[in-house]
């Protein structure tokens, strides 16, 4: 399955230390598997939305028939605040 990833998502991860890029960019080829691989736990109160897990960041992420579409990359404690 196809991963798209939004602007803001690209610009997040060129921010990032490579240590945690990589590991991030190894989530979301997971992510590309069928089916979709790793820590996902589907988000209340928001449909076809998910996250997956990875150490203190989120990947938030919507289901769609065609592909994978992620909208937000961010530290646990901030991700939920702004969605």
Sequence with gaps: MRVVLEKKVVKYLERLNEP???RII??????ANEPPQGDIKKLQGQEAAYRVRIG???ILFKDKISCIAVYEIGPRGQIYKEN
């Design 20 to 22: 945690m890029k990589g």
């Design 26 to 31: 190894r989530a979301l080829i997971r992510l």
């Design 56 to 58: 203190d960041y989120r």
